[in-house]
């Protein structure tokens, strides 16, 4: 074992340090020998120095291995033992590099290279775990063809690629694709299959596979089905084909994130890919059915085209979440797809870049590359690669991606050359644009204007706030999409994207007979925060009248915002014109469910706390907790009359189908159900938990009763129904935080941390109760400071077990400086003793020291 003492001066990488390894890797032979204490590795691998190499060091990574023997061409060498590997004096021609180590797979809870889930192996490489399981340049950019063996008594036995052959006791694989040591896995288990067959459009026949535990085989229909939508959406739309006989996808119980591209053998948390009626809500489905085309779309996104370093990560990662939105709004709705991210972008990424965690999307320091798999290098690069796309136009967009496919193929690239296949291919220059990968920070955009004989004038300013390191950010290239309509509601101008590239510009519309009202940032056309004086009246009159389905929605939150905002500072009473608008609203049957399901979903507690303190005001989640529970309990007196009825028109009826239609009513539904328990002591929510036949209905039901307060029974009813099944169980535990009043919601997690089913060691479960804490707003905030000293003993407590999902949910602490100073000095005290706890891992102590210097 050689591990450094994390706790001393942690290291820091620069992007502007990249050098190429010295060595070309031409094959990687591997064997394993199963044991759950003590695996034995052996690689073989062939190395050839590089004529032109600037650095002939022979380095390899390695960490928590035992090194057993190590030779070079049949010959023993003594390899010098460094920090984070070794280094050997190697001959100056190809030679043939073999390593025996030993790892201790039963014993890694970090859940990072080899590990145990439920008595079964697998793996997790990226971006750094591959150096956990062997010796070996651990970097994205050194790429080499993988053979592997696996020895061991588990009834199966999987790896990346083709099987090449098996038997008692043993099975070997074969990946004849080039690839960086992250994308490697291995996994051995008693597991069964679902299977499936894919027909590629060259004709090549595809063996499809999820693998589960014995009990799940009835969880895999879904999946299945989307991974075939997957495949030939992307055949469709970008024209890539899979190119492998064969596509694993396994599912696991612990597991960091949601799912990993491993190529050919994909490795997904279970909860991301398991589903059924019964035990998976609508959200889940729609959230199975992305993560599985992302993961499916990394075959080309990612893994023939990889990144040459982990400072270019959303380069695979920006595209890829691009890629898998745009097949969500194919399956399902475009302008609620679209409504969703932006919902979650200004929830998870808004907060981040406006906070000490800020980030370019393409950071250029590191000291733990796993705290820099983030909202701003995934959702934000989606955006990047969104707002590229308007800029350019679809027809230069699949131009520049065709040449993208055909110029790097099977390469490890950069941002640089990414933007260069888009001048290339439009031959525009993106030398502007490109600051949207290297600043961080939200601009913040303010709109002015201006009518006079016909011509009206929009002005806009931009400005981004500093950032850590960043005090000064030059005006970006950003694509303002605007319409303009008539005051009688019809649009006089259709949507046209204005390009600003200056700190201050303005665009004129000429002709005009009447001052138009203005739709601006249309589909969200960019991630910014728009700041312009209006109206709610006008603001109602773009929720009754935009043709724009995005900015509908969005005056309608803007509209919500607003009131709740009175509400908290002034103590109004909830605004009578919006709850009229609204009451129109949901009563329309015209309108899409799932777009009256948004509408009626108010915006969250902590987004009207983002809101306050943008406008130079400190939010008090307890006032912000009780106008949101005012405005409620008003909205659903308004609607008194009609709840019975609209319950009873948007109830689905039938058997259930976790489709978009479907969903969307059922979104709508649940709303109104849970209105109706505000009002009728809990009848209708208690009849439909006893009646309900899919989750969806029951988790709504168990809801609406739970806020209420009338859920004891049926809480005890759920819990012993599902007590066996741990997916439904980390809805449950979730559940009970989430409807906790705020005095009662630390309380109620440390309880749950206390019951027999809590467990430090699978992060599902345990983020369904530290998340769930963190995500109550008002619960987390309350003035006794139990919320945020319980999250960090916690948090204490699961380092020393899983430091990355530990350093992960630190960042619940990363909005502190919006809060009052009594509140801020808690906050820090627990920062401080987290960054105070002996053996702090490396990840935990990057990211509550970049808090704390804020
Ligand atoms: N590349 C995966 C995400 C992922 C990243 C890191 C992991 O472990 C440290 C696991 C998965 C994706 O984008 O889906
Ligand atoms: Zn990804």
Same mark, same amino acid.
């Given at each position: 074992?050689?591990?450094?003492?994390?706790?001393?001066?942690?290291?820091?990488?620069?992007?502007?340090?990249?050098?190429?390894?010295?060595?070309?890797?031409?094959?990687?032979?591997?064997?394993?020998?199963?044991?759950?204490?003590?695996?034995?590795?052996?690689?073989?691998?062939?190395?050839?120095?590089?004529?032109?190499?600037?650095?002939?060091?022979?380095?390899?990574?390695?960490?928590?291995?035992?090194?057993?023997?190590?030779?070079?061409?049949?010959?023993?060498?003594?390899?010098?033992?460094?920090?984070?590997?070794?280094?050997?004096?190697?001959?100056?021609?190809?030679?043939?590099?073999?390593?025996?180590?030993?790892?201790?797979?039963?014993?890694?809870?970090?859940?990072?290279?080899?590990?145990?889930?439920?008595?079964?192996?697998?793996?997790?490489?990226?971006?750094?775990?591959?150096?956990?399981?062997?010796?070996?340049?651990?970097?994205?950019?050194?790429?080499?063809?993988?053979?592997?063996?696996?020895?061991?008594?588990?009834?199966?036995?999987?790896?990346?690629?083709?099987?090449?052959?098996?038997?008692?006791?043993?099975?070997?694989?074969?990946?004849?694709?080039?690839?960086?040591?992250?994308?490697?896995?291995?996994?051995?288990?008693?597991?069964?299959?679902?299977?499936?067959?894919?027909?590629?459009?060259?004709?090549?026949?595809?063996?499809?596979?999820?693998?589960?535990?014995?009990?799940?085989?009835?969880?895999?229909?879904?999946?299945?089905?989307?991974?075939?939508?997957?495949?030939?959406?992307?055949?469709?739309?970008?024209?890539?084909?899979?190119?492998?006989?064969?596509?694993?996808?396994?599912?696991?119980?612990?597991?960091?994130?949601?799912?990993?591209?491993?190529?050919?053998?994909?490795?997904?948390?279970?909860?991301?890919?398991?589903?059924?009626?019964?035990?998976?809500?609508?959200?889940?489905?729609?959230?199975?059915?992305?993560?599985?085309?992302?993961?499916?779309?990394?075959?080309?996104?990612?893994?023939?085209?990889?990144?040459?370093?982990?400072?270019?990560?959303?380069?695979?990662?920006?595209?890829?979440?691009?890629?898998?939105?745009?097949?969500?709004?194919?399956?399902?709705?475009?302008?609620?797809?679209?409504?969703?991210?932006?919902?979650?972008?200004?929830?998870?990424?808004?907060?981040?870049?406006?906070?000490?965690?800020?980030?370019?999307?393409?950071?250029?320091?590191?000291? +733990?590359?796993?705290?820099?798999? #983030?909202?701003?290098?995934? @959702? %934000?690069?989606?955006? !990047? =690669?969104? /707002?590229?796309?308007? &800029?350019?136009?679809?027809?230069?967009?699949?131009?520049?991606?065709?040449?993208?496919?055909?110029?790097?193929?099977?390469?490890?690239?950069?941002?640089?050359?990414?933007?260069?296949?888009?001048?290339?291919?439009?031959?525009?220059?993106?030398?502007?644009?490109?600051?949207?990968?290297?600043?961080?920070?939200?601009?913040?955009?303010?709109?002015?204007?201006?009518?006079?004989?016909?011509?009206?004038?929009?002005?806009? +300013?931009?400005?981004?706030?500093? #950032?850590?390191?960043?005090? @000064? %950010?030059?005006?970006? !290239? =950003?694509? /303002?999409?605007?319409? &303009?309509?008539?005051?009688?509601?019809?649009?006089?101008?259709?949507?046209?994207?204005?390009?600003?590239?200056?700190?201050?510009?303005?665009?004129?519309?000429?002709?005009?007979?009447?001052?138009?009202?203005?739709?601006?940032?249309?589909?969200?056309?960019?991630?910014?925060?728009?700041?312009?004086?209006?109206?709610?009246?006008?603001?109602?009159?773009?929720?009754?009248?935009?043709?724009?389905?995005?900015?509908?929605? +969005?005056?309608?939150?803007?509209?919500?915002?607003?009131?709740?905002?009175?509400?908290?500072?002034?103590?109004?009473?909830?605004?009578?014109?919006?709850?009229?608008?609204?009451?129109?609203?949901?009563?329309?049957?015209?309108?899409?469910?799932?777009?009256?399901?948004?509408?009626?979903?108010?915006?969250?507690?902590?987004?009207?706390?983002?809101?306050?303190?943008?406008?130079?005001?400190?939010?008090?989640?307890?006032?912000?907790?009780?106008?949101?529970?005012?405005?409620?309990?008003?909205?659903?007196?308004?609607?008194?009359?009609?709840?019975?009825?609209?319950?009873?028109?948007?109830?689905?009826?039938?058997?259930?189908?976790?489709?978009?239609?479907?969903?969307?009513?059922?979104?709508?539904?649940?709303?109104?159900?849970?209105?109706?328990?505000?009002?009728?002591?809990?009848?209708?929510?208690?009849?439909?938990?006893?009646?309900?036949?899919?989750?969806?209905?029951?988790?709504?039901?168990?809801?609406?009763?739970?806020?209420?307060?009338?859920?004891?029974?049926?809480?005890?009813?759920?819990?012993?129904?599902?007590?066996?099944?741990?997916?439904?169980?980390?809805?449950?535990?979730?559940?009970?935080?989430?409807?906790?009043?705020?005095?009662?919601?630390?309380?109620?997690?440390?309880?749950?941390?206390?019951?027999?089913?809590?467990?430090?060691?699978?992060?599902?479960?345990?983020?369904?109760?530290?998340?769930?804490?963190?995500?109550?707003?008002?619960?987390?905030?309350?003035?006794?400071?139990?919320?945020?000293?319980?999250?960090?003993?916690?948090?204490?407590?699961?380092?020393?077990?899983?430091?990355?999902?530990?350093?992960?949910?630190?960042?619940?602490?990363?909005?502190?400086?919006?809060?009052?100073?009594?509140?801020?000095?808690?906050?820090?005290?627990?920062?401080?003793?987290?960054?105070?706890?002996?053996?702090?891992?490396?990840?935990?102590?990057?990211?509550?020291?970049?808090?704390?210097?804020?």
């Amino acid at each position: 074992m050689n591990d450094a003492a994390p706790n001393a001066a942690p290291q820091t990488f620069y992007l502007k340090d990249y050098k190429p390894f010295g060595y070309e890797v031409e094959s990687v032979k591997l064997t394993f020998q199963l044991s759950p204490n003590a695996t034995k590795v052996h690689s073989a691998i062939r190395f050839t120095p590089k004529a032109d190499a600037e650095d002939n060091r022979f380095f390899l990574h390695g960490e928590q291995l035992s090194l057993i023997s190590a030779k070079i061409d049949g010959t023993p060498v003594t390899a010098r033992l460094v920090e984070g590997g070794l280094e050997c004096d190697v001959p100056r021609t190809s030679f043939l590099w073999e390593a025996e180590v030993e790892i201790d797979p039963a014993a890694n809870t970090a859940l990072e290279g080899l590990y145990m889930s439920n008595g079964m192996y697998c793996t997790q490489c990226e971006a750094e775990g591959f150096r956990k399981i062997t010796y070996y340049p651990d970097r994205p950019d050194v790429m080499s063809t993988f053979t592997v063996r696996i020895e061991g008594d588990e009834p199966v036995m999987l790896s990346n690629g083709n099987p090449t052959g098996a038997g008692e006791g043993w099975a070997e694989w074969h990946d004849p694709w080039p690839k960086p040591a992250y994308l490697f896995a291995l996994v051995a288990g008693d597991l069964v299959n679902h299977p499936g067959s894919f027909t590629t459009k060259s004709g090549k026949d595809v063996e499809l596979n999820i693998w589960v535990r014995p009990g799940d085989e009835g969880k895999c229909a879904f999946g299945m089905e989307a991974l075939k939508k997957s495949m030939k959406w992307d055949e469709d739309v970008y024209g890539l084909e899979y190119d492998l006989d064969l596509f694993n996808i396994v599912a696991v119980d612990d597991f960091n994130m949601g799912a990993m591209e491993n190529k050919g053998l994909n490795i997904f948390n279970s909860s991301c890919v398991l589903a059924s009626p019964e035990t998976s809500t609508d959200a889940n489905f729609e959230r199975i059915e992305a993560i599985i085309a992302h993961e499916y779309f990394h075959n080309w996104t990612g893994n023939r085209i990889t990144c040459r370093d982990w400072f270019q990560l959303c380069l695979k990662e920006g595209l890829t979440v691009f890629r898998d939105a745009q097949f969500t709004a194919d399956m399902r709705s475009e302008p609620v797809k679209r409504i969703e991210d932006v919902i979650a972008l200004r929830a998870r990424q808004f907060p981040e870049d406006g906070g000490p965690l800020a980030h370019p999307p393409r950071p250029e320091e590191f000291q +733990e590359i796993n705290n820099f798999y #983030t909202a701003t290098v995934y @959702e %934000k690069g989606a955006e !990047v =690669i969104g /707002m590229l796309k308007r &800029l350019v136009g679809d027809d230069n967009y699949y131009k520049a991606l065709n040449l993208y496919f055909e110029r790097h193929d099977g390469q490890a690239c950069t941002i640089e050359d990414w933007l260069k296949v888009f001048e290339d291919a439009t031959g525009r220059d993106l030398s502007q644009f490109k600051l949207w990968y290297s600043q961080a920070g939200t601009p913040r955009v303010k709109v002015t204007e201006d009518y006079a004989d016909g011509t009206y004038t929009l002005t806009f +300013e931009q400005s981004t706030p500093p #950032t850590p390191g960043q005090p @000064e %950010k030059a005006p970006r !290239v =950003i694509p /303002m999409a605007v319409g &303009l309509l008539s005051p009688n509601g019809d649009e006089v101008r259709a949507t046209e994207v204005l390009e600003l590239t200056e700190a201050k510009q303005s665009f004129t519309f000429e002709g005009l007979a009447s001052k138009p009202v203005p739709s601006i940032l249309r589909e969200f056309s960019a991630p910014v925060i728009l700041e312009r004086e209006t109206t709610n009246s006008e603001r109602a009159f773009l929720l009754a009248h935009d043709t724009d389905p995005f900015n509908r929605w +969005e005056a309608g939150n803007a509209l919500a915002k607003e009131v709740r905002v009175a509400m908290v500072l002034d103590g109004a009473a909830p605004d009578a014109a919006y709850l009229d608008a609204l009451e129109k609203l949901v009563r329309d049957d015209e309108q899409d469910p799932a777009f009256r399901a948004l509408v009626l979903s108010p915006p969250s507690q902590s987004d009207i706390a983002q809101t306050l303190h943008e406008r130079g005001h400190t939010p008090d989640p307890q006032k912000i907790y009780d106008a949101a529970e005012t405005f409620t309990q008003t909205l659903a007196q308004q609607l008194e009359t009609s709840l019975p009825r609209l319950y009873a028109a948007t109830t689905v009826e039938g058997p259930y189908v976790p489709d978009a239609d479907g969903a969307g009513k059922r979104a709508l539904n649940s709303r109104i159900l849970s209105l109706l328990t505000r009002l009728d002591g809990g009848e209708q929510a208690a009849r439909q938990y006893a009646s309900a036949d899919n989750m969806t209905q029951q988790y709504a039901a168990l809801a609406a009763l739970m806020k209420a307060e009338k859920g004891e029974t049926q809480s005890q009813a759920f819990f012993e129904q599902w007590q066996d099944d741990r997916l439904v169980m980390d809805k449950w535990f979730a559940l009970q935080i989430a409807c906790a009043a705020p005095e009662t919601t630390a309380a109620t997690a440390k309880e749950l941390t206390q019951h027999p089913l809590f467990s430090m060691k699978n992060p599902n479960r345990f983020r369904a109760v530290m998340g769930a804490l963190a995500g109550n707003h008002a619960g987390f905030h309350h003035a006794s400071g139990a919320g945020y000293q319980l999250l960090a003993e916690n948090l204490i407590a699961l380092d020393s077990v899983n430091p990355q999902t530990t350093a992960r949910m630190c960042a619940a602490f990363q909005t502190w400086k919006r809060y009052d100073s009594k509140r801020q000095a808690q906050i820090q005290a627990e920062l401080e003793r987290i960054l105070a706890t002996r053996d702090l891992s490396r990840d935990t102590h990057e990211m509550v020291s970049r808090m704390l210097s804020a």
